[in-house]
């Protein structure tokens, strides 16, 4: 694997819940089986518009037009999967219940970042177990920082929803953090965040910088019946 310049990545945090209904064709990604289907990017403005909101149910059509209800949803990727397959495919979105995304903006005038995962690693060792110990995989957990050079009060969202970092520290509200490594690939790593805390610094002979600390926040849902992909990954945007 290439090496990655630090200056090409790119960071993004979602904005209001936004309703579509256009109908739009999902991509299927589980190699002709018909049981996963992705939202494609380019439907709204590019990958900006693929995050799902787990706040809301999510409504999705076969090609025949007749509801059909994924058995577990990845919101972070708009990945739907079925089991079983889907007789009618494509699976759609479609008026007039359709889904509800989550759009990403760009967070500007990012100087760093950092974003570490770990696992409680828990010992289930006993007696009767032999000379070494056992080990079992157990909570993951995520924390990570960003510095900008601009203050929490700058709003990422043109259209006039307000996408605060201040804000979103104030009210608690969980966000989906995106970072884009490689702009050639359709790798990236999403996440559900709370602001932890800010911090405003200057010197005279220097710039205004705030530094954000964030937390992993676990995702809250409404789906029926359903079940959810992870609260932070690395996935594939599609095409």
Request: aromatic fraction near 8%; hydrophobic fraction near 35%; include cysteine.
């Amino acid at each position: 694997m290439a090496a990655i310049a630090a200056h090409l990545c790119r960071l993004y945090l979602t904005g209001t819940s936004t309703h579509w209904t256009t109908t739009t064709s999902l991509n299927e990604i589980s190699g002709g089986a018909d049981t996963s289907f992705q939202f494609p990017i380019g439907t709204v403005a590019a990958e900006r518009s693929q995050v799902l909101d787990p706040a809301t149910v999510q409504d999705f059509d076969d090609s025949l037009g007749t509801t059909v209800t994924p058995d577990s949803i990845d919101h972070l990727f708009g990945i739907a999967n079925f089991s079983p397959a889907v007789t009618n495919s494509p699976v759609k979105v479609a008026a007039p219940l359709g889904i509800h995304y989550l759009p990403l903006y760009e967070v500007g005038t990012v100087k760093d970042f950092s974003v570490s995962v770990s696992a409680d690693v828990l010992d289930r060792s006993t007696m009767d177990g032999g000379a070494f110990r056992d080990k079992l995989a157990g909570l993951v957990d995520l924390s990570g920082s960003l510095t900008l050079l601009e203050t929490p009060n700058q709003d990422y969202d043109p259209s006039g929803d307000d996408i605060k970092l201040f804000d979103l520290l104030s009210d608690g509200t969980p966000k989906v953090l995106e970072i884009k490594f490689d702009p050639d690939s359709t790798e990236v790593f999403r996440a559900f965040i709370i602001i932890e805390s800010y911090e405003n610094t200057g010197a005279v002979d220097g710039l205004v910088e705030t530094s954000i600390s964030f937390q992993g926040a676990l995702q809250s849902t409404t789906e029926t019946g359903t079940t959810t992909g992870s609260a932070y990954s690395f996935g594939d945007i599609g095409s």
